[in-house]
C-alpha cells in the first residue's frame, strides 16, 4: 500500500468517526432537552449504544464477507433493552416532608404530573400558576384547595372577582374558580401561601410561572421569596413543587434559585 492510499484510508476511517461521534451527541443533547433525568437518561442511552453497535457489528461482518469472498455468519442480535416511554414523576421522585424541588423543564408538563399525584395520595393543595388553569388537563377532577392565576389583568366588578378563595371541585375549571394576583405583589403572594399552610400543614404548594415573575418584580425580590418558601415548608412540613425553565435566566440566577431548593 502507498503512503497516499494509507492516508487515504486513515482519512475515510477519521471521517467515519466524526460522523458517529456527532450523531451520537445529537442523540445525547436530544434526550436531555426532552427533561429526562439521570437514571431515564442512563437507560435510553444503552439502548440506543445496544443497537448502534448490533448495526456497527453487522456492517463490518457485512464487509468482511465481501473481501474474504467468503459467507459471513449473522451477529447475534443484543438482548432487549427496556422500552422508554415518556418518563414519570412518580417513579423518579418520592417527597419528603419540609423540602422544596425545583423541577427543571422546558415547558410546565411534570410539575403538574407530580402535583396531581400529591393531591391523589390525599394531600392538600395549592396551586399558583401562569396559565389559566382550565388549560391545565392534570387539574381535571382534582380538589384544590385553593388556587391562584398569576396574571396582571384581574377581574372588574362587573365582571368577575378579582379574589375569592374558591376551591376545585370535580367540574370543569373555569376562570372563576381561582385567585387573581398580579406578579408583583409578592408580599401578597407569600401571605396567600402562608394562610393556607397555616390551615393545611403537611400541604403541598405548586409554583409555576416563576420566570414570569421574575420578568415584573426582579430577580433580587424573586430570590429572597423562594428563599423565604423554602423556610415556610420547613416550619409547616410541607412541599414546594416550582417548575424552573433554566434557559429563560441565566445560568447564574438558575442556580441561585436552585441552591435553595431540594
Known sequence: ??????????????????????????????????????????????????DSRFKIEQAIKNLESDLDSTPASEPQAP?????????????????????????????????????KRELDNGRAGMAIVRKAPKQIPEFQGLTIKKTIWLTKSEKSDSGHMPLGAIGLGSEDVSEDDCDYISPTQLPRLFAEISD????NSGGVVLLEGIEYIVSH???????????????????????????????????????????DMN
Do not use: H
Not at 412518580?90 to 407530580?114: G, H, N, T, W
Not at 393556607?196 to 390551615?199: A, C
Open 1 to 50: 500500500m502507498s503512503d497516499k492510499q494509507e492516508k487515504e484510508k486513515k482519512l475515510e476511517y477519521l471521517r467515519g468517526y466524526r460522523d458517529a461521534v456527532s450523531d451520537t451527541w445529537e442523540e445525547v443533547l436530544d434526550m436531555a432537552t426532552k427533561g429526562y433525568y439521570a437514571k431515564e437518561l442512563q437507560i435510553v442511552s444503552k439502548t440506543k449504544f445496544s
Open 79 to 115: 438482548p432487549p433493552m427496556p422500552v422508554m416511554e415518556e418518563p414519570t414523576l412518580q417513579v423518579v421522585l418520592d417527597m419528603k416532608p419540609s423540602l422544596s424541588y425545583a423541577i427543571e423543564e422546558p415547558r410546565p408538563q411534570r410539575c403538574f404530573e407530580l402535583f
Open 217 to 259: 418584580s426582579g430577580f433580587k425580590s424573586v430570590l429572597n421569596f423562594t428563599q423565604s418558601l423554602s423556610e415556610l415548608m420547613v416550619t409547616n412540613e410541607a412541599n414546594l413543587i416550582m417548575s424552573l425553565n433554566p434557559e429563560s435566566l441565566d445560568s447564574k440566577q438558575a442556580s441561585q434559585i436552585k441552591r
Open 196 to 199: 393556607f399552610l397555616s390551615g
